[in-house]
T-cell receptor
């Protein structure tokens, strides 16, 4: 199988603080990982594409200094939401892709609430 | 954008058949994914079509017409657990998937 985990599954933080979300591929090596954000009753919006060992590619309108992405190994990518504000409250989902494959395997998601 | 269009909501009864349509922009198109997403959960993979035609996988089948920019997901013998959102996601000349807004399917007894 292809299992992707995320940690934490949910987090509540105060406005102005930073939150780190981890995405791990448990049984395969993920050359590429993707970070999505999903607001209630809306579709998944791609935030950035992360390739192991290189800088992430951010989608238009996504602030790279606010959403820091690190893809340190073939099994781990992290997303840090810096100086979080209530409008950053959302469901953050990562996905991972094997080399030479197109299918993306999704993690279970992280629900972030900023108070 | 890629102009992905799928119905917002559909309803059906247990045991019935439902077809969820999706149209998309054909320029740069390489293949199309269908994912299922239950409320509050991450999407799970259903199918990936590259070539024209119908691919059957148990109760679920997916059809693609590349020239028409059209795909559908067919769900047979509907069960209550099939109530979920179904996301159409074409792949273009990059690694990225572009997700439609999804079709929320409600199955009634």
């Amino acid at each position: 199988g292809a299992v992707v985990s995320q940690h934490p599954s949910w987090v509540i933080c105060k406005s102005g603080t930073s939150v780190k979300i981890e995405c791990r591929s448990l049984d395969f090596q993920a050359t590429t990982m993707f970070w999505y954000r999903q607001f209630p009753k809306q579709s998944l919006m791609l935030m950035a594409t992360s390739n192991e060992g290189s800088k992430a590619t951010y989608e238009q309108g996504v602030e790279k200094d606010k959403f820091l992405i690190n893809h340190a190994s073939l099994t781990l990518s992290t997303l840090t939401v810096t100086s979080a504000h209530p409008e950053d409250s959302s469901f953050y989902i990562c996905s991972a892709r094997r080399q030479s494959a197109y299918e993306q395997y999704f993690g279970p998601g992280t629900r972030l609430t900023v108070t | 954008g890629q102009n992905i269009d799928q119905p917002t909501e559909m309803t059906a009864t247990e045991g019935a058949i439902v077809q969820i349509n999706c149209t998309y922009q054909t320029s740069g198109f390489n293949g199309l994914f269908w994912y299922q997403q239950h409320a509050g959960e991450a999407p799970t993979f259903l199918s990936y079509n590259v070539l024209d035609g119908l691919e059957e996988k148990g109760r679920f089948s997916s059809f693609l017409s590349r020239s028409k920019g059209y795909s559908y997901l067919l769900l047979k013998e509907l069960q209550m657990k099939d109530s979920a959102s179904y996301l159409c996601a074409p792949r273009y000349n990059t690694d990225k998937l572009i997700f439609g807004t999804g079709t929320r399917l409600q199955v009634f007894p």
